[in-house]
């Protein structure tokens, strides 16, 4: 008797269109459900977090940025007050002096001018004429080219100088002079007294300036050292209120400076609010000239220890947010910033299209419905289709984990497809690096080890002496300053059609023509060598100014054939360029240092660019691997009429050197020496010619003994 097995359960699957439906109509459902209670109970309180948040991201913000103007004019004060010839007092005909003070008055754009007051009442002050209002130009009655006007007051010692005022154009020339104010003291200014009175405080005002009759505010520091006297920069109001103007938030918003008597000492109309002080004197106008109910005591609650956000409501019941940050560099001034916004006007368009915005979810919910029903049959049938053509490629399939399964029996399927194409994409990405696989595969080369040979420009290039400049460096700043190197000259090997090969210690390797054709490698790599000194020029200089030494980097070039392609093991491949063309792109890099030059090229690239740029000859060299002498020449500068004659009175000196009469040729090194004396090509064939005409007199003695 036989016994019947029970038939095997299959396991559940679900078709494709049925899953995506019904996952699409729960998401909806969701959704709209969610939309529901947010759009009806929540939406208030997240409305207030959001703008409570907000807001005082912005305050943070715009008191940094306030922060920083003032401590960048703070810094120039700093610098300026640490000069010798301003603790000396050596203001008169100071062209570098008046260079510095130009340079800072151009870096920091919302400063009118920078002066220094002295206890003996001399007096040095340089202001940016078309900073102040129109008015103030035309009452100078100076010429269109004037940028900058100085007024010099000179008391120090008995020959004092009479008041002088003088005007610079923009690059610092003299365009006019006229007498300087005779009854100005700057001793009985603000700034002045002020200054020593209170020397933690950096801001003074606003109060009127004597030179343009405007309000605003002076940042001023007393003298440390030297001559007892103070430095001071002013800040117009007018620049103050539009870089307020620019922290406000929609169409009623303010943001505004206040000081710790609540008084507003900056705000986008400061003029107006100052205007409306009934015989102000030298007062601020109070919080209350604002006129917002509410705000004083959200003022206190902050100060009281409370949230740096706070919320009132003016007499019309409408509400507002408001935030609250110090700025640190006022120091005992105590001058905080506040950004105020109106709750319904900052998030009018969530709260009045939120009923709105709901329906039109709904109504999209319900007509995409028929829409996702034909799209889940249509995807399905394709998905369907799609596994049976990469079951096609499974002869790739390594299974060495188990592949993925699923409910849905048309995305188990794709699941046994994915597994066997991931497993060879997984393979392959094994070989070589994802960016060169990626460029090798849009040129069209064959991705297997080995190469083929071509013609390639190669270049080498090296940093002089660098293991001695960052042997005691700080590791770390090492690598972020060659970092910085290295991205510069990539980027500009790479935008003239270049390929990196390798970064080898603080060296760069990189070749033209491969992997993709370029018939004109050798003018691309001529024009990127020269772009990459003109860079690393560029980078130098701010490498100096952050206090790092310079890279002087030396450049090899050579043209000719070399087998190109992926060398390595099965696990890691390098695309490189191998052979004797690479060994003397290296050879000339290295060649740099004997002759005191930046580029040095071989005869072939000369004669593949002649015309296109301008070479000098150098010397003829026998590298090792080549069967005849290599002629060297430096590249200097693409062609032009003027570099077409430079170098010809030294392509006479070189004629007369290679015609192998040491002593003539030595003659001419030496009167091109005396015109160039720090000539480097020159002072090396100098000394090899000196050595060879002292050698036969050493034989010649060594017979006669």
Same mark, same amino acid.
Not at 138 to 160: K, M, Q, Y
Not at 196 to 219: I, N, R
Not at 439 to 445: N, P, R, W
């Given at each position: ?197 209170? +020397?933690?405080?950096?801001?003074? =005002?606003?109060?009127?300036? *004597?030179? !343009?009759?405007?309000? $605003?505010? &002076?940042?001023?520091? %007393? ?76 003022? +206190?609650?902050?100060?009281?220890? =409370?949230?740096?956000?706070? *919320?009132? !409501?003016?007499?019309? $019941?409408? &509400?507002?947010?408001? %935030? ?382």
């Amino acid at each position: 008797m036989t016994t019947k097995r029970p038939a095997q359960r299959r396991p559940l699957r679900i078709g494709f269109r049925t899953s995506i439906v019904t996952l699409f109509v729960a998401v909806v459902l969701f959704v709209g459900l969610t939309l529901v209670y947010l759009s009806f109970s929540r939406v208030s309180l997240i409305t207030r977090t959001a703008a409570s948040t907000f807001i005082d991201k912005v305050a943070q913000l715009g008191a940094d940025r306030i922060d920083s103007k003032f401590r960048n004019v703070r810094d120039s004060l700093e610098i300026l007050a640490g000069l010798p010839s301003i603790q000396s007092a050596e203001i008169e005909d100071n062209s570098r002096l008046y260079s510095l003070m130009a340079s800072m008055l151009r870096n920091n754009p919302q400063i009118f001018n920078l002066y220094i007051g002295y206890e003996d009442g001399s007096f040095l002050e340089m202001d940016v004429i078309d900073r102040a209002k129109p008015a103030f130009r035309a009452s100078l009655d100076v010429d269109e080219d004037a940028a900058f006007r100085v007024v010099i007051i000179s008391r120090t010692g008995n020959a004092s100088s009479s008041p002088v005022t003088i005007f610079l154009s923009d690059n610092l020339i003299q365009v006019a002079e006229t007498k300087g104010p005779a009854t100005y003291d700057p001793r009985q200014r603000p700034w002045y007294v002020e200054a020593f009175k209170d +020397e933690k405080t950096l801001l003074t =005002g606003p109060y009127v300036f *004597f030179a !343009t009759g405007q309000p $605003g505010y &002076t940042l001023r520091t %007393a003298l440390r050292e030297g001559r007892r006297g103070v430095v001071a920069a002013d800040l117009l109001l007018n620049r103050l209120e539009a870089m307020l103007d620019e922290q406000r938030l929609g169409d009623s918003g303010v943001a505004f400076l206040f000081n710790d008597s609540a008084r507003i000492v900056g705000h986008p109309e400061m003029n107006r609010l100052m205007d409306e002080i009934p015989e102000r004197g030298n007062e601020l106008p109070p919080m209350s000239a604002i006129k917002l109910p509410g705000l004083p005591q959200a003022v +206190e609650a902050w100060r009281k220890g =409370g949230a740096s956000q706070q *919320f009132f !409501t003016d007499d019309a $019941g409408r &509400t507002y947010v408001a %935030a609250f940050h110090g700025i640190e560099t006022a120091g005992n001034a105590g001058i905080k910033l506040a950004v105020i916004a109106p709750l319904d006007e900052f998030f009018a368009k969530i709260i009045s299209e939120r009923r709105g915005l709901f329906a039109l979810a709904l109504g999209f919910v319900l007509g995409m419905l028929p829409l996702a029903i034909w799209l889940g049959s249509m995807l399905a049938r394709s998905l369907r289709s799609l596994a049976q053509q990469t079951d096609e490629i499974q002869h790739f399939r390594l299974a060495d984990r188990p592949r993925l399964h699923s409910v849905i029996e048309e995305i188990n399927e794709l699941g046994r497809s994915v597994f066997a194409t991931r497993t060879v994409i997984r393979n392959f990405s094994s070989f070589v690096p994802k960016p060169i696989v990626r460029q090798l595969i849009e040129s069209g080369t064959s991705i297997e080890l080995g190469g083929t040979r071509r013609e390639v420009t190669v270049l080498f290039t090296d940093v002089a002496d660098f293991t001695a400049k960052t042997e005691k460096a700080d590791p770390s700043e090492v690598m972020i300053f060659t970092s910085r190197y290295f991205a510069a000259l990539s980027e500009v090997i790479m935008k003239h059609h270049g390929t990196i090969d390798k970064f080898i210690g603080d060296a760069v390797m990189a070749f033209w023509n491969a992997p993709d054709d370029d018939p004109d490698h050798v003018v691309h790599a001529c024009e990127a060598v020269l772009a990459c000194v003109k860079r690393n020029s560029e980078l130098n200089e701010q490498f100096c100014k952050a206090g790092w030494p310079a890279y002087g980097t030396r450049f090899g070039l050579h043209v000719g054939d070399a087998v190109v392609g992926n060398v390595g093991s099965s696990d890691r491949m390098n695309y490189t360029a191998l052979g004797a063309t690479v060994n003397l792109a290296a050879r000339l890099e290295g060649l740099n240092k004997n002759y005191g030059t930046q580029v040095l090229v071989s005869a072939a690239v000369k004669e593949r660019v002649e015309g296109r740029f301008a070479f000098r000859s150098v010397d003829e060299i026998k590298p090792k691997g080549f069967a005849e002498a290599v002629r060297v020449f430096e590249l200097r500068c693409e062609t032009d009429e003027a570099a077409k004659h430079a170098f010809q009175r030294w392509e006479i000196v070189y004629a007369a050197i290679r015609q192998d009469q040491p002593a003539a040729a030595l003659v001419g090194v030496t009167n091109f020496l005396a015109q160039y004396p720090d000539d480097g090509v020159a002072q090396y064939h100098a000394e090899r010619l000196r050595v060879e005409l002292q050698v036969p007199r050493r034989i010649a003695r060594g017979a006669m003994q």
